[in-house]
């Protein structure tokens, strides 16, 4: 399979603990993006990265989030003290330079916090 | 926020052409129309952008008004399969922020 993927799948866990999720990029994209979306919402952007380089990060990465893509292939996700409010589905994407507008999307995860 | 606006909802026979509004009355010179599809469960998935002219491709066609102020996505002979979430975006390709900005989208239901 030559997607994006995601682990884990599912992820319940109390709050105040710390999560991590992984993100594998299609494995010749130099883009990666996360987003978060909630029940009935449509996604929303959270960060992205060029190569190791995080570009661009939105208001909602509270300072609870930290996203890494340290040798410019896999990105990981942590979350740490975990809220209620974090519970949601996150979503990682990959894309070409040069062909930026078509953002490939892995199956994501979903945080559920307790 | 998005710049876009969609019906939330819609319905469709199967075998018939999907046709899908969206609003776009702030978009600027340099901003692309993209539509992207989520099956309930997956992540979503590009579907055709444009930026003034009619675009087609295996999926669907694009229909951009003149003035560019609206568009219409088209799913010319919709299947089950095609039940979805659709969501219509306007971005900058060159010198613009990389993210995709969505909307609520409109949920599309094809009927057998």
């Known amino acids: 399979d030559t997607g994006v993927s995601q682990n884990p799948r599912h992820k319940i866990t109390k709050r105040g603990q710390n999560v991590t999720f992984r993100c594998d990029p299609i494995s010749e994209h130099n883009r990666l993006y996360w987003y978060r979306q909630t029940l009935g919402q449509g996604p929303e952007f959270l960060t992205y990265f060029q190569n190791e380089a995080q570009l661009e990060k939105s208001r909602l990465l509270s300072d609870r989030f930290s996203a890494e893509r340290p040798k410019g292939s896999f990105s990981t996700l942590e979350i740490q003290r975990t809220e209620q409010g974090d519970s949601a589905m996150y979503l990682c994407a990959s894309s070409s330079y040069g062909v930026a507008y078509e953002q490939y999307f892995g199956p994501g995860t979903r945080l559920t916090v307790t | 926020d998005a710049k876009t606006t969609q019906p939330p909802s819609m319905d469709c026979a199967e075998g018939r052409a999907a046709n899908l509004p969206c609003n776009h009355s702030?978009?600027?010179?340099?901003?692309?129309v993209y539509w992207y599809r989520q099956i309930h469960s997956q992540g979503p998935q590009y579907i055709i952008h444009?930026?003034?002219n009619n675009e087609t491709n295996e999926m669907a066609s694009l229909i951009i008004t003149e003035d560019r102020k609206s568009s219409t996505l088209i799913l010319p002979h919709a299947t089950l399969r095609d039940t979805a979430v659709y969501y219509c975006i306007v971005r900058e390709t060159q010198g613009g922020s990389e993210k995709l900005v969505f909307g609520k989208g409109t949920k599309l239901t094809v009927n057998p």
């Open positions: 702030t978009i600027s010179g340099n901003e692309y």
């Open positions: 444009g930026l003034k």
